[in-house]
């Protein structure tokens, strides 16, 4: 079995140069995490999460899924939003999709994938509640639009649950924020489905 020393020298020397920037650094961040963000982002190897953002370790607590979906019987992602939000404090629930998906493009060509079908069935359902917007659209515009209708719906999702319901009830400062990526030039676009307490828009 292949050992992967390349990996394991990769990280001694990204160690090394945090530790030569900051002596500190791993000591501090060994004590405890306090982050202000949860981001719920897709499991494409092209969209890092705090590379995008350009925050340390520590300082974001990530989930991530094929198309980063957030769906009520996901006791995974269920238990990260809860963890999050009840234990961490965050103030920001970030859904972050990306465009060129594949997870979308999988859902939009109607071919059998497998296992990941019972997944790619979530997607599925958002392009059929947007079929009236999709329907004249050339296949590359389609795409890009259900990236993005899928986050909204998402974010929807993410609002719906009772942990988001009840710490809003609670009167916590949490926002629920929809954004996708673009990984041809490496900006985010904020979609405007923000939500603050009470599902009230912001």
Known sequence: MKSLNDLFERNAAWAEGIKEKDPEFFAQ????????????????????????VNLRPGEIFVHRNIANVV??????CLSVVQYAVEVLKVKHIIVCGHYGCGGIKAALDDQDHGLMDGWLQHIK???Q?????????????????LCELNVIEQVKNVCN???????????????????????????????????TSNGEKK
């Open 161 to 195: 649950t009772t942990i988001v319901q009840n710490a809003w009830k609670a009167g916590s400062e949490l926002f629920v924020h929809g954004w996708i990526y673009d990984i041809q030039n490496g900006i985010l676009k904020n979609l405007d489905a923000d939500n």
């Open 29 to 52: 961040l060994s004590k405890q995490q306090a982050p202000e963000y949860l981001w719920i982002g897709c499991s494409d190897s092209r969209v890092p999460a705090n590379q995008i």
């Open 129 to 145: 509640i947007h079929a009236e917007k999709l329907k004249d659209l050339e296949l590359d515009q389609k795409h890009d639009l």
């Open 71 to 76: 769906v009520p019987t996901d006791l995974n």
């Open 125 to 127: 359902g958002v392009r």
